[in-house]
């Protein structure tokens, strides 16, 4: 057969193999980038170099540590067990002989034990087979059972064999231990003195980055082991994240990169410089108890390493800001329970910076997030630069809250709380929206109140208080009159008249505006009542008046002034609602009241506000006509006469038809409406247009108006608008389409809108209009939220708050305040927020807004810090309901008010008290009578301590005690012969222990000074005993002494004495006290606000329409 | 180059650019496959074609837009001719299309869209669809020349030689393969696989997109009733593709590559892969924003952009617009002008064999015809639905709420 | 470039990168609290404050030491001191025959102002002198009326009277206490462990006219002024030093010296009335 001729291959096999080569190489290159990508994680990048600070911490350490004198003693060890071993070396032979017999006997030992445990399982295998065929009947019992005999003797004989065998093995060791004992001693010392070391080389392994055991254990591939870097991770069960179809529990991995999170020795040198100062002071007080000290000295010290450190940490690596408050084991919430993600929000799951939800505090802080060092490249951060590569993640519903809005976190658990004990901000911030009445055109489900009163006086009596002109001039600028009003400003704001808006229509606008304005104001004075007050009864004093109001307490609730020095500058500008503590805006600003209204209407409000409305805010401070005639005439020259002048535009007919026109064709055709106009006078027209104004602009919302009852507020409900995701959020013409972030804000300042949902809401409220700019919007459609001026803190205040409404409900054994106990406190605290009570009294160590202004802190109205565990319930709620009935300080010029609270809301007040002092409500021991020799020694105690200097015990009549002559008033104190119906048997002898720690700064001087090492009570009278100037007292109190040592010691001993004291007091104390009356003077004149219903009247929407 | 960027931007509106396409894809055939000239009947006719967008160009500027594209790339095609087949030729279309994508990643809108990593394989479609298309057309233009030259096409030169299967074919398998991994490694790791968080029902992303290959599908359902668009008509195309070979018995061009011995079968399947089905995919991938509307590729995709609802069904046009009176009860009445229409439409079939479509009734026979005629009228109903939608806003021909049967 | 090439890259940047993984700088951290709200500003406002609280260091005592003595004036008018209001305790009132005015300002015959707190700002600081400083409270005035005391000093409060005193020390920086004082003769022991460069208030809550006034300073370079209105400086390195001079009614002044060694340095503050 002839061979087949070749035939050609397609292409040349060498170039194909080459191909191949090249493309195999290639393959490989590519799966290694596969591994190396799946391997090099951002996080492991934040492990490192936080190994790498630790190491070099702990090097520092070892540096230290390692000092000469150890290592002197170590040498001196050394030298010590050489001799030890010439020791064992001279008896070489018998040492090798005793070593060789053990060893022996260490083999038999193994030999015997082994043999032991083996028969052992044997026997237990027999015993099975035996239970078996015991229960199964068989035929091979009784062979069983033989066989489990035997092999029980066996055991039984193996075991005696091995306890020979240990027992001739442990002679054999105690013999070679002999010889080595001096050896093994030493190095037991050696390992003493290098504990410290070898501890910290321990911990050096693990953290060591560049070890080989650990380039190993991380070393791809092989980390399944035991890698050193790993996420870290806690798992909440009963805390949920929602995953739109199901709630899975929270898995918080922000552990892996924040690694110093809880613990301490990593904050930031700020953060440690604080601490420092607080546990200081802690210290100085020996407020620490002594078991604890010393741990509290070892804080500081590292403290002060972390504030002197030359490099201060960065983040991620630092410890929580407030470890005492959170994450910390001990804190309120620690981490393993409460995590971090159910505050801060944020992925919990994921470990990548932009995945996990950060979000920048600003533009620059975003760019620099943005920035990343190497492209394509997973990690190894710029740390310095702060630049991670940051995307932001558009698909995360809960996107971390903003540095600055941190406290949002708080609300949706503490959100019932009136106060969140270390969260000042957050409790002004809640506060602020109560006051500010954000709640009144917002609809809040959930809210801590729910009976808020609405934030802005009633104007069914307008036209008594004040005047049209005054009216229309206030409605249109209520900053123009008063810099510090909460009344926000709705009329002439940027996207009406604003720079943006064109002049054509900016022209038409404010013809609106003021035809607007014109018809509320017409509407307002149609329908207000005209009850003729009547003039003050006398001649009025302005200079005492003024001397009124600021002495006996008007001033906690209103300010009196509308210029402030500035802190900086030391010029005087303009006030600013900030510049007062919140409480003293719970009153309107009392400056220019001449200007808004008349005499005889303040007269009458000052004396009885419940007259001219039934649900005023304001107590009644029991004035008597001639005081309220002073105080009316001071208020009448506190004139504005400048804000009169500003012209008023009369209406214009065109823009006043069109609007209502406007209005009318909603419900009838155009033809109609022009009829119906046509039929109506401009009055009515204005009237009719007013009536839509005030439903447009939702004023009903914070004013009882006549024709308005119970319609709902206007505003967007805000229940879960923390958690609305951002595609919801109208930005106007902000955002990158536009290529504009910033604008500037009324007051001139620049403000910039990220687009982010914190930053929409923070522009939302410092400007509210601004997200109409350059839009063209018919005049009805554009935005009508009214503008407070919000400064920016205040604006991040509200957005705070706002940004923590969210739909997140948590687990009720994770929500705040659930006990019994706390939730009588928050009763109490509600109606303590309610009536403004911080505006003169310290509660909970915060408030008395009234302070700055009385010049002499002893006639301060008390602190309430410890009213709960002070005082009785009885007496309490008594004085309540009529402050009248017992005048302990008859001296202070600050008058309690009187509120005319139901009994119920006394009640919870008082039951709220005890709750905050952890006291029953009420206290049986004050019906106990001391024995009679416990009421002498009392009484001398007393004397010696010469207690009698500043109170007095005489028996008075508690509800009008005689004036005492306030010249020297300096030194008065309270009556004694209140106490017993008035303090709690208990409390009152330790609040004479220790009375600077019931309320700091009290004048009640502190008798019993704490031992600065033990913390003990020291006594005065120890001493005093043998000195001459006490020989009567001493010698009257011998007899109830066994000797004199027991005397003295007694003498010595603080709690006894207070105890005899305390016991003398509840002698001379009065038994019973006046029951509170009706509290009301009766009002000036029959009022027809009587025979109206006070309850709101039901909406009429026929009234409203014809 | 602003001005370039509004030109474009206005040609890739749907309509604009759907028409200018089908047209470059008839001209093509015409001027570049079948030789036409200008000068020739159908040459002027395109001509004029284009003329007629430009005056309409004059109240509706978008028209003018396509007229001045269209008469030079007419013009262009026309002058090259069989040469467009040319390799040069190709090459340099080729570097051109690679520059303008290049130019345009400048842009940073066509950027974030185009660079977006699902979006990469669609962009990477465009050039692959254009290129292979352009081969397999070459190879079948000289093929035809050869044929019309009296010739055998390149094919049938070398079929009778004979070649080992390895190495020749194993082997250069199995290189592609390595190749290809290697690609698909780089490509997965260079642009991260984007994934998303959990999905949350209340807040669907906004534009909501289909997979790629379903973007086509999801383009239909702009111009037809859901359960057309995305039940029949995909189910025809299956089943279309699937009855291909039984309806096409031309045993021409079996083995070798041919356009004059198959215009039709040719013709109509790469017009309804190229332009009914790629280039929707195309559009629905980079044309299509926010709220689904339509937005030029340097355009900034603006979720605030609106887009009128003013569609009519026919039956409004007719009895509301046209005889001015309200709407008939009975719907059977009032879709009746609808129902006429599409049955008329139907009829066109039998209408057609007897008529222009004669021989193929004759040389397929009645099933054949029937269904391949169908088939074709089916996938034809899509340009016209288009069509009317644009000029008189047509929202359904047929719209019986009753039964929901909305065609 | 091609996504090959730049993985390519890739491994090489990586070796880099791997070797230097640096730590962090303050620089951009400090930008970023630029950022921050009030909130921040403020705690760190406070941690300054409480930063000054640190303990000093001791310093050497120095050879060639200089002296700065000097004499504080008045100028203009001595105001009318009205008498102290010591009717409410008939013990205090039973002390003095004739009624003792306010020590407010106390002034020589020819303006030597006494009670004016004299120190040196920016000296070094030395640690605290084992002798205790004494406050008497005499015939229900504090004896003396302004005392300077150091950090760390233990300071003596004492009751001479028969009658109930309260010391109430009203400290901004350290912790203000209020002890009584039944006994006579009883004595009570305090420190301060923080600078208080502004004088702080003692008063007794008992007798309302009682006030002194004690700077906590973090060296011994300070004296005050006695009723010849001198005051003396001893022991102080040399040096450029700023003296400050304090009085409860009118404020405080400074001035600058540079001494010499063992230099004797005059200086006179003049307050005006």
């Given at each position: ?19 191949f080569a090249?493309?195999s190489l290639g393959l490989l290159a590519t799966t290694g980038v596969m591994v190396f990508y799946d391997y090099v994680r951002g996080w492991k990048w934040f492990q490192l170099e936080f190994n790498r600070i630790q190491e070099e911490r702990i090097n520092a350490q070892l540096a230290t540590a390692n000092d000469a004198e150890m290592r002197r003693q170590l040498a001196a060890l050394d030298k010590e067990m050489r001799a030890g071993q010439l020791e064992v070396a001279r008896q070489r032979d018998e040492y090798l002989e005793a070593q060789k017999t053990l060893e022996q006997w260490e083999g038999r030992h193994y030999a015997a034990d082994q043999d032991y445990r083996f028969a052992k399982a044997l026997l237990d295998a027999k015993r099975y087979e035996v239970e078996a065929a015991l229960v199964q009947h068989r035929g091979d019992l009784k062979s069983k059972q033989r066989e489990f005999d035997e092999l029980t003797n066996r055991v039984n004989r193996l075991n005696l064999v091995l306890q020979q065998v240990v027992r001739d093995r442990d002679a054999a060791r105690a013999r070679v231990g002999k010889f080595l004992a001096r050896i093994t001693e030493i190095e037991e010392r050696k390992k003493t003195i290098t504990a410290e070391i070898d501890l910290l080389n321990k911990q050096l392994t693990r953290v060591a980055v560049a070890s080989g055991p650990n380039l190993i254990l991380n070393a791809p591939m092989l980390d399944f082991i035991n890698p050193t870097l790993k996420i870290d991770q806690v798992v909440l069960n009963d805390l949920f994240i929602?995953m739109?179809?199901m709630s899975v529990p929270r898995v918080d991995r922000c552990q892996t990169c924040h690694r110093a999170i809880d613990r301490p020795g990593f904050e930031s040198k700020r953060e440690a410089e604080r601490l420092l100062t607080d546990l200081r002071q802690k210290l100085d007080k020996n407020l620490v108890q002594p078991s604890r000290r010393a741990e509290m000295e070892e804080r500081v010290a590292q403290l002060e390493r972390t504030a002197n450190a030359k490099q201060d940490i960065l983040n991620p690596f630092r410890t929580h800001p407030k470890l005492e408050m959170f994450v910390g084991s001990a804190s309120p919430h620690p981490l393993l329970d409460y995590g971090c993600t159910v505050c801060h929000?944020g992925q919990d799951r994921a470990t990548e910076f932009g995945r996990a939800g950060h ?13 990343v060092k190497f492209?394509l490249f997973p990690g190894n951060w710029d740390y310095a630069q702060r630049n991670w590569g ?10 971390m ?8 976190g708080?609300?949706?658990c ?7 004990e270390g ?387 948590v687990a009720e054994a994770k929500m705040a305040?659930r006990t ?98 952890n ?78 720690e ?11 000074p704490r031992d600065a090492a033990t913390g003990g009570f020291q006594?005065?009278?120890a ?22 040592a027991a005397?003295k010691k007694?003498?010595g001993d603080a709690v ?51 | ?177 390595i190749?290809?991994t290697v690609?698909?490694i780089v490509?997965s790791v260079?642009?991260r696989a984007?994934l ?212 | ?6 993985l390519n890259l890739l491994f090489m940047l990586m070796l880099v990168v791997a070797v230097g993984c640096g730590g962090g700088k303050e620089?951009?951290d ?17 941690t300054?404050?409480g930063s000054?609280a640190t303990p000093a260091a001791a310093t050497p005592a ?63 600081a030395?640690p605290p002198?084992s ?20 950090v760390g000093?233990t ?20 912790s ?13 022991k305090?420190k301060?462990d923080k ?79």
């Open positions: 057969m002839k061979p087949q001729e070749p035939i050609p291959h397609n292409y040349p096999m060498r170039k194909l193999n080459l191909i090249l493309t929602d739109n179809y929000r979000t920048p505090m600003s533009k620059r802080m975003e760019l620099r997030w943005k920035k492209p940051y995307q932001v993640n558009p698909f995360l519903d809960t996107p809250y903003p540095r600055q809005y941190s406290e949002a708080c609300v949706k503490h959100a019932g709380q009136v106060d969140v969260g000042e901000r957050i409790n002004k911030a809640l506060h602020m929206v109560e006051m500010y009445g954000c709640h009144a055109c917002h609809k809040i489900n959930n809210w801590r109140f729910t009976d808020l009163q609405k934030p802005g006086p009633a104007l069914d009596g307008i036209a008594e208080k004040t005047t049209p002109e005054w009216t229309y001039r206030w409605i249109a600028m209520p900053q123009r009159f008063r810099s510090t009003t909460r009344m926000p400003a709705f009329f002439y704001q940027r996207n009406m008249v604003g720079p943006a808006v064109p002049a054509a229509e900016r022209a038409q606008n404010i013809k609106y505006q003021d035809a607007e304005i014109h018809s509320i104001v017409t509407y307002l004075f149609a329908k207000s009542t005209r009850r003729p007050w009547p003039a003050p009864s006398a001649a009025g004093n302005p200079v005492r008046g003024k001397e009124l109001v600021d002495s006996i307490g008007c001033t906690g609730c209103h300010i009196a002034q509308d210029t402030v020095k500035d802190e900086k500058s030391g010029a005087v500008r303009v006030a600013r609602r900030d510049d007062f503590p919140l409480e003293r805006h719970f009153g309107f600003n009392l400056t220019g009241t001449g200007t808004k209204t008349n005499p005889n209407w303040v007269f009458n409000w000052v004396k009885n506000p419940k007259a001219y409305d039934p649900y005023a805010p304001m107590p009644s401070l029991r004035l008597s006509d001639q005081e309220a005639a002073d105080i009316t005439s001071y208020l009448m020259s506190l004139q504005k006469p400048q804000f009169l002048q500003q012209p008023i535009r009369p209406p214009d007919r065109q823009a006043v038809r069109e609007l209502a026109k406007g209005y009318m064709i909603g419900t009838m055709t155009d033809a109609d409406a022009e009829t119906r106009l046509a039929t109506m006078s401009l009055n009515a027209q204005l009237e009719f247009l007013g009536q839509r104004s005030i439903e447009k602009y939702g004023c009903y919302s914070c004013h009882d108006i006549r024709g308005f009852e119970g319609l709902k507020p206007i505003g967007t409900e805000l229940t879960t608008e923390g958690s609305k995701n951002m595609h919801l959020f109208d930005f106007g013409f902000f955002g990158d389409a536009t290529h504009t972030h910033d604008y500037r804000h009324e007051d001139g300042t620049k403000e910039h809108v990220l687009h982010t949902v914190p930053s929409w809401i923070y522009n939302k409220v410092r400007s509210p209009r601004v997200y109409d700019d350059r839009r063209t919007k018919p005049y009805n459609d554009k935005l009508k939220m009214p503008n407070f001026y919000l400064s920016p803190e205040e604006a991040r205040m509200v957005t705070t708050v706002v940004l923590g409404l969210t739909k997140e409900r305040a019994p106990q706390q939730r009588a406190a928050e009763e109490g605290r509600k109606l303590i927020s309610q009536r403004n009570c911080r505006g003169c009294h310290v509660v909970n160590r915060q408030g008395r807004a009234i302070a700055s202004l009385i010049a002499d802190p002893n006639f301060l109205p008390p602190d309430l810090t410890p009213q709960g565990e002070r005082t009785q319930s009885p007496w309490l709620f008594n004085f309540l309901k009529d402050p009248t009935v017992m005048k302990i300080r008859p001296w202070m010029q600050v008058r309690m008010p009187t509120f005319m609270f139901s009994d119920q809301e006394a009640a919870l007040l008082v039951q709220g008290f005890a709750a905050e002092g006291e029953p409500q009420f206290d049986t021991q004050r019906f106990h009578t001391p024995p009679q020799q416990n009421v002498v020694i009392g009484r001398i105690v007393y004397d010696m301590l010469r207690c009698q200097q500043c109170h007095s015990v005489a028996p008075v009549d508690p509800s009008n005690p005689p004036i005492p002559n306030v010249a020297d008033a300096q030194s008065l104190a309270p009556n004694l012969s209140f106490s017993k119906i008035r303090l709690r048997h208990d409390w009152t002898a330790d609040w004479i222990r220790r009375p600077d019931h309320i700091p700064g009290t004048r009640m001087p502190t008798n019993f006594s005065p009278l001493l005093a005993m043998d000195s001459p100037q006490f020989a009567a007292q001493k010698a009257a109190l011998l007899p109830y002494f066994k000797d004199e005397l007694t003498m006894a004495l207070t105890n005899y004291l305390r016991d003398y007091i509840w002698s001379v104390g009065i038994d019973r006290m006046r029951n509170a009356g009706t509290p009301e003077a009766p009002s000036p004149m029959p009022l027809p606000q009587q025979q109206q219903p006070v309850a709101p009247r039901p909406a009429t929407l026929e009234t409203r329409l014809q | 180059m602003t001005f370039i960027k509004n030109f474009v931007n206005v040609l890739s509106i749907a309509s604009i650019s759907f028409i200018f396409l089908s047209a470059v894809f008839f001209m093509v055939c015409y001027f570049n496959l079948m030789n036409g000239r200008l000068k020739d009947k159908t040459g002027i006719a395109f001509t004029v074609f284009g003329v007629i967008c430009l005056i309409a160009g004059i109240w509706v500027t978008p028209l003018l837009y396509l007229g001045v594209a269209y008469l030079l790339v007419m013009w262009g095609l026309a002058k090259l001719g069989g040469r467009l087949w040319d390799g040069k030729v190709g090459k340099w279309m080729l570097i051109v299309g690679v520059i303008g994508f290049g130019l345009s990643l400048l842009d940073p809108n066509f950027y974030s869209i185009a660079a977006k990593p699902d979006n990469v394989p669609i962009a990477a479609m465009i050039f692959l669809l254009g290129i292979f298309t352009w081969i397999a057309l070459k190879k079948a233009y000289y093929n035809d020349q050869a044929i019309l030259a009296g010739g055998i096409p390149y094919e049938k030169t070398e079929s009778d030689e004979k070649l080992f299967t390895w190495p020749d074919l194993v082997y250069t398998e199995l290189l592609c393969m190749g290809l690609v698909m490509w260079g642009l984007p998303e968080e959990a999905a949350n029902p209340t807040t669907s992303p906004n534009p909501a997109k289909a997979p790629w290959y379903f973007l086509g599908l999801q383009e239909m359902l702009v111009y037809f009733d859901p359960w057309l668009a995305g039940v029949v008509l995909p189910t025809l195309i299956i089943v279309g593709l699937m009855a291909i070979p039984y309806i096409d018995t031309n045993p021409k061009g079996n083995g070798y590559y041919s356009f004059r011995e198959r215009k039709w079968e040719v013709g109509v399947f790469l017009y309804g892969f190229l332009v009914l089905w790629s280039f929707l995919i195309i559009t629905g991938t980079f044309l299509r924003g926010p709220n689904w509307s339509f937005y030029g590729p340097y355009e900034y995709w603006d979720p605030n952009k609106l887009e009128p609802l003013v569609n009519i069904d026919l039956s409004e046009l007719f009895w509301v617009k046209m005889l001015a009176m309200p709407l008939p009860k009975l719907w059977l009445i009032r879709e009746a002008p609808g129902l006429i229409l599409v049955l008329l439409y139907l009829g066109l079939a039998p209408a057609l064999a007897k008529g222009p479509f004669r021989r193929f009734y004759l040389k397929m026979g009645a099933a054949r015809y029937y269904v391949g005629a169908y088939l074709f009228l089916t996938m034809l109903s899509l340009p016209i639905k288009m069509v009317l939608r644009w000029l008189f806003n047509l929202k359904y021909l047929v719209h019986i709420q009753e039964i929901f049967l909305n065609i | 470039m091609s996504l090959r090439k730049s620089v951009v400090e930008a970023e609290l630029g950022e921050d709200d009030q909130a921040l500003q403020t705690a760190a406002a406070e300054v404050a000054a120095v050879a060639d030491a200089a002296t700065v003595g000097g004499l504080v004036k008045l100028e203009g008018a001595a105001p009318k001191m009205p008498p102290m209001q010591m009717s409410a305790d008939a013990f205090c009132a039973s002390q003095h025959s004739a009624p003792v005015p306010d020590e407010e300002v106390v002034v020589g015959p020819t303006g030597e102002l006494a009670n004016v707190i004299v120190y040196v700002k920016n000296a070094p030395s002198p002798t205790p400083a004494l406050l008497d409270q005499k015939g229900c005035k504090y004896i003396p009326h302004v005392t300077a005391v150091q000093q300071v003596e409060i004492k009751n001479s009277d028969s009658t109930l005193h309260n010391v109430h020390a009203m400290p901004a920086v350290n203000q206490f209020n002890e009584g004082q039944p006994v006579q003769g009883m004595v009570s305090k301060f600078v208080e460069l502004t004088p702080f208030r003692i008063k007794c809550d008992v007798h309302g006219w009682m006030k002194s006034y004690m700077a906590v300073l973090p060296h011994g370079y300070h004296s005050v002024s006695q009723m010849n209105g001198q005051f003396s400086i001893a022991n102080l390195p040399p040096g450029n030093y700023t003296l400050v001079a304090w009085h409860e009614k009118y404020g405080q002044q400074e001035q600058q010296v540079t001494v010499g060694p063992k230099e004797q340095k005059q200086v006179t503050f003049t307050f005006k009335g």
